[in-house]
């Protein structure tokens, strides 16, 4: 049997990890490129183990210190990810996106060129492209998989059902809460620390304070929205602390369906690839142990909830604006320049004013536009 090609970028992140631990060992699958930014020790590590054909690492400093150190004497190593591309000549059956926030977005719409099936964990990608994304994958004749588990979960029960998107009323993605949720906190005072510990999931540090604000949940109701194409009004968020509930689907029939597995990322990507792994402990959802019950986010506590609908109507530029800045702001408090409770404040505070909202307006057409957009968010004072 021809063995399945796959390409990650960011293999050395929590998503990255997780793909790999479920392809080691298994035959089926030959792993062509690897990708990081600066941990090279780690990428060092997986070419050991999974022998790339390729790999493609961002920082400039750690492609040179890895190129000067390389002992494997077949791997190509890459700075440039249009070299990478060329390099590539049969498509690969799968491409995971999994770099971490704004950054990803260049990566994974270049890579729809080489790739049959890509894999997107990497939600800033999707909210940056938005229908860019969608032509440019249409173009390349590549499918997008959400691997984001709400909406992989909404994904696979529609294509599993042959679902009629029209047949569809609502959809609700849920949250957990993150660490904070139904505490009593004076989110000025919350240390990196504390912000980071996620009850129920193990992952990058920018994702992990995107859940302790919300961001996070309202990254994803935009990209429900895009991914779907469905109106701001029929998308729903809920607190679900137990995060096994991933999605509920309810049709306008008036049935609900609500789609659960264990909070193991694991299970989405596994299945994404079609690799039909086994998840033995899958029997442990039990439902009176696990309380699923629902909440409606509380807007004093995620504040940012308050501003979700009003940016999804403002359309592609307000999220790009959105997510941007929002990530300025995780790194302003992880490199403790400002509070944890500033995210949500100065985020607040910018789609209230009206020459702000005015740029949030600007109409996309093409990447170009959306690169000028990123750059004025990534200009606009924040003081
Ligand atoms: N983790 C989860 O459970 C989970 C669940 C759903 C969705 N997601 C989404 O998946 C994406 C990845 O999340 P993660 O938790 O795996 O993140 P992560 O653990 O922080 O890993 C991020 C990966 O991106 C690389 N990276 C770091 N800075 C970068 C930059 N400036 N440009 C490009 N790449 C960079 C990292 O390389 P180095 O290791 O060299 O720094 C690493 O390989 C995010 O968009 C997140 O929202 C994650």
Redesign the pocket.
């Known amino acids: 049997m021809k063995k399945k090609t796959i390409g990650i970028?960011?293999?050395?992140?929590?998503?990255?990890?997780?793909t790999l631990s479920l392809l080691k060992d298994n035959k089926n699958y030959q792993i062509i490129f690897l990708?990081?930014?600066?941990?090279?020790k780690?990428?060092f590590d997986q070419v050991k183990i999974f022998k790339p054909k390729h790999i493609y690492?961002?920082?400039k400093k750690?492609y040179n210190k890895f190129k000067a150190k390389n002992k494997f004497r077949n791997l190509k190593i890459y700075n440039d990810l249009y070299k990478l591309k060329r390099s590539i000549k049969n498509k690969l059956d799968y491409t995971v996106?999994?770099?971490?926030?704004n950054?990803?977005f260049d990566?994974t719409f270049e890579v729809s060129e080489i790739s049959r099936n890509l894999l997107?964990?990497?939600?800033?990608?999707i909210i940056l492209g938005n229908n860019i994304l969608k032509k440019k994958l249409k173009k390349n004749k590549c499918n997008l998989i959400p691997?984001?588990?709400e909406h992989y979960s909404i994904f696979k029960f529609i294509k599993d059902n042959k679902i009629i998107i029209k047949n569809i009323h609502k959809i609700f993605i849920t949250a957990s809460g993150g660490p904070f949720y139904n505490k009593k906190i004076n989110f000025k005072n919350v240390t990196i620390k504390n912000a980071l510990r996620h009850p129920n999931?193990?992952?990058?540090?920018?994702?992990?304070i995107?859940s302790a604000t919300l961001a996070?949940k309202i990254?994803?109701y935009f990209e429900a929205i895009i991914l779907f194409s469905f109106k701001p009004d029929n998308i729903i968020i809920r607190i679900q602390p137990s995060s096994k509930i991933h999605s509920i689907v309810l049709m306008k029939s008036g049935f609900y369906y609500l789609i659960a597995h264990n909070n193991d990322?694991k299970i989405p990507i596994s299945s994404a690839l079609n690799l039909n792994s086994i998840f033995k402990n899958s029997d442990k959802i039990v439902f009176e142990k696990q309380k699923l019950s629902f909440y409606k986010p509380n807007s004093k506590q995620f504040k940012l909830i308050r501003i979700a609908k009003k940016v999804a109507n403002l359309g592609h530029s307000a999220m790009i604006m959105f997510s941007v800045i929002n990530e300025r702001l995780v790194y302003k408090f992880l490199q403790k320049e400002i509070t944890f409770d500033k995210i949500s404040s100065i985020l607040l505070h910018l789609f209230s004013n009206k020459k702000f909202i005015s740029l949030c307006k600007t109409y996309i057409r093409s990447k170009k536009d959306i690169y000028n957009i990123v750059k004025i968010a990534e200009q606009y004072r924040l003081d």
Request: proline share 0%; charged share 20%.
């Open positions: 970028l960011g293999s050395t992140g929590s998503i990255g990890c997780q990708s990081c930014n600066r941990n090279i780690k990428l690492i961002i920082d750690s996106s999994a770099f971490s926030g950054q990803g990566s997107i964990a990497n939600k800033e990608a691997i984001d588990s999931w193990k992952m990058g540090k920018k994702i992990s995107d996070n990254l994803e990322m």
